[in-house]
Structure formats: structure tokens, C-alpha cells
């Protein structure tokens, strides 16, 4: 079984620029959901994505985009970066439909992201 | 607006203490999960609890989900070092299970 992977580890970006954040959900699993998680805090949920169409979002802006792909992989865009999307961004899959397990999610290792 | 409150945020203790953290909301909740997060990494799911009254157990870790669904507690007995870790409650609400609300955390250190 093979877990969540995320790409890049790190990644420093200007204020302005956009960013491209990858993941590649747990093996079986068919939803992934987006969180960014300040230093300190706890995550607050972006989105979710379900059969390659959102299926869910929170208190985020339009430039916070993303997409699933029929592999059920997932990109998080970010567009016209402001210093305070620097944050730890956290991908994690489940398997909708399932009983109790479509609660659980599991998370990737993340990607820090640094807007200067 | 927070919906699930931790507490204690933090928490630093001796190696072989026992410790209790709290997970807190006016909302019910149709499942709960907890976490433990090392820095600069994923967390890391620990236990599910679904129904009211529930008491799981992981080795030196309780986990207790209230009978009316609206808090929980974890429950470490003898921590040792290797407990040290951010600690994150997270709850799906009853009917809604797109978006997990998550509690800030609470930030163990043990020492030894």
C-alpha cells in the first residue's frame, strides 16, 4: 500500500507569483482535501475533491484553485501570492462511500511554502 | 470562529506522568478523530472514535468519545519522551462528512 506523497518539500516563492502544489493520494482512496496549516495552529480546511470535481471548500479565495485527476492525483494553484500564504500545505486522502472509514483521512508529509 | 477547543494548548510534564487533553465543542459530532503531528511533517491518524460512550484504547493511550457526541479526551498514561508531539482533535459534523473541523491542538513536551 502506498501512502500520501507531496511535491516539492519546500518551496520559496515571491509575493505575486503562483505556485503548483502536487500530491499523489493513498493507493485505493478516491478523495483528496486540501488544508494549510500556519505554524502553530491547527489546519483549516481548503478544499476536497471528489470524482475530479470540488466537493467541498472553506474560507478560502478564488486563487486558491485546485484539481484531481482521474488517478485520483491532486494539484493545489496558487495564484497572485500574498506573505501570508506562507504555510505548511497539507494534502490528505480518504475513500468515500466506505462506512466509518470514509471518515478517515490520511495526510501527506506536506509542503512548506515560504512567500517572500 | 473555533468549533472545537482543545485544551491545555500547551503542556510540559516529567517522563512517567499521566496527562488528560480535552476536545471540547457545542456541536455534535458524528465521528472524531485524533491526531499527532511531529514538526514539519503530516499528522498522523491515531484513533477514530463513532459512537457516544466509546472508549478505545492504543497501548498507553485512552480515547473517549462523550455520550452526547460533542467531546472527547485523550488519556496518556506513564508518557515517556517519545509522546512529545502537537496533539490535533479533528470532527466531522452529523450530516457533513466534506469538511473536518480540527481543533488548534495541544503541544506535549515530556521530559525525561
Known amino acids: 500500500e502506498t501512502g500520501v506523497t507531496q511535491s516539492p518539500t519546500h518551496l520559496i516563492k515571491t509575493r505575486g507569483q503562483q505556485v503548483t502544489l502536487r500530491c499523489s493520494s493513498q493507493s485505493g482512496h478516491n478523495t483528496v482535501s486540501w488544508y494549510q496549516q500556519a505554524l502553530g495552529q491547527g489546519p483549516q480546511f481548503i478544499f476536497q475533491y471528489y470524482r475530479e470535481e470540488e466537493n467541498g471548500r472553506g474560507n478560502f479565495p478564488p486563487r486558491f484553485s485546485g484539481l484531481q485527476f482521474p488517478n485520483y492525483s491532486s494539484e493545489l494553484n496558487v495564484n497572485a501570492l500574498e506573505l501570508d500564504d506562507s504555510a505548511l500545505y497539507l494534502c490528505?486522502?480518504?475513500?468515500?462511500?466506505?462506512?466509518?472509514?470514509?471518515?478517515?483521512?490520511?495526510f501527506g508529509p506536506g509542503t512548506r511554502l515560504t512567500v517572500t | 470562529t473555533q468549533l472545537l477547543e482543545q485544551s491545555p494548548q500547551f503542556l510540559s510534564i516529567q517522563e512517567g506522568e499521566n496527562l488528560t487533553v480535552y476536545c471540547n465543542s457545542s456541536?455534535?459530532?458524528?465521528?472524531l478523530q485524533w491526531y499527532r503531528q511531529e514538526p514539519g511533517e503530516g499528522p498522523v491518524l491515531l484513533v477514530t472514535?463513532?459512537?457516544g460512550g466509546e472508549v478505545k484504547k492504543l497501548k498507553r493511550l485512552t480515547f473517549q468519545f462523550g455520550d452526547a457526541r460533542k467531546d472527547s479526551s485523550l488519556h496518556i498514561t506513564a508518557a515517556q519522551p517519545g509522546d512529545t508531539g502537537l496533539y490535533l482533535c479533528?470532527?466531522?459534523?452529523?450530516?457533513?462528512?466534506?469538511?473536518?473541523?480540527w481543533g488548534l491542538g495541544t503541544s506535549l513536551a515530556v521530559n525525561p
Open positions: 472514535v463513532v459512537t
Open positions: 456541536s455534535v459530532f458524528s465521528s
Open positions: 479533528a470532527g466531522y459534523y452529523a450530516g457533513n462528512n466534506r469538511k473536518l473541523i
Open positions: 490528505a486522502s480518504s475513500l468515500a462511500g466506505g462506512g466509518s472509514s470514509a471518515y478517515e483521512q490520511y
